[in-house]
T-cell receptor, first 111, second 115 residues
Framework: RKEVEQDPGPFNVPEGATVAFNCTYS??????FFWYRQDCRKEPKLLMS???SGNEDGRFTAQLNRASQYISLLIRDSKLSDSATYLC????????????FGSGTRLQVQP | DAGVIQSPRHEVTEMGQEVTLRCKPI?????LFWYRQTMMRGLELLIY????????DSGMPEDRFSAKMPNASFSTLKIQPSEPRDSAVYFC?????????????FGDGTRLSIL
């Protein structure tokens, strides 16, 4: 089983729609969680961290469910510019282990 | 602000040749990561350094791959001899690891094609 699993998509949604992605992680010792965004043929960039109580940044809301070991990303009022691949990222423990990236969920927002 | 700088941006070479990828992390960052990304396998961590010391190289596929970080501002990833299955985008990333988890900043990547 992969450490971090995501539905690869693509999710095809019209502009203005609300879309949500989930990501599951296998290691219960995971401590830190992030969403990264990667545009086609570009490098991944941090979108937002995910906090235990959930957090919001504009149209983006991230949530963590430790009991079920998943995190989610909700995008409201989606824009054409939101089209990208969204990578779920997990860090196990608080030591020097590196981040583990999911394979990503591809979002295509259509006019 | 200068981000993570990788070179070359593109490399096309014949199998059996030695390939050297280079990375300059963001000044002041003390952690450096090498990743490989393919359609089939996604983004895979190959190796990471903390304060120029390799911490985890369990992702390095085989002995043909080696990485060095001779100082805080430079790292190389070498493949010798290269094979067609090494074709991928190779990313270098850096972060400032001071106890909390800091975001990783990625370079533009090197697109490697082995013929």
């Amino acid at each position: 089983r992969k450490e971090v699993e995501q539905d690869p998509g693509p999710f095809n949604v019209p502009e203005g729609a609300t879309v949500a992605f989930n990501c599951t992680y296998s290691n219960s010792a995971s401590q830190s969680f992030f969403w990264y965004r990667q545009d086609c043929r570009k490098e991944p960039k941090l979108l937002m961290s995910v906090y235990s109580s959930g957090n919001e940044d504009g149209r983006f809301t991230a949530q963590l469910n430790r009991a079920s070991q998943y995190i989610s990303l909700l995008i409201r009022d989606s824009k054409l510019s939101d089209s990208a691949t969204y990578l779920c990222v997990v860090k196990v423990g608080t030591g020097r282990r590196a981040l583990t990236f999911g394979s990503g969920t591809r979002l295509q927002v259509q006019p | 602000d200068a981000g993570v700088i990788q070179s070359p941006r593109h490399e096309v070479t014949e199998m059996g040749q030695e390939v050297t990828l280079r990375c300059k992390p963001i000044s002041g960052h003390n952690s450096l990561f090498w990743y490989r990304q393919t359609m089939m396998r996604g983004l895979e961590l190959l190796i990471y350094f903390n304060n120029n010391v390799p911490i985890d190289d369990s992702g390095m596929p085989e002995d043909r791959f080696s990485a060095k970080m001779p100082n805080a501002s430079f790292s190389t990833l070498k493949i010798q001899p290269s094979e067609p299955r090494d074709s991928a985008v190779y990313f270098c990333a850096s972060s400032l690891n001071v106890g909390g988890v800091q975001p990783q900043h990625f370079g533009d990547g090197t697109r490697l094609s082995i013929l």
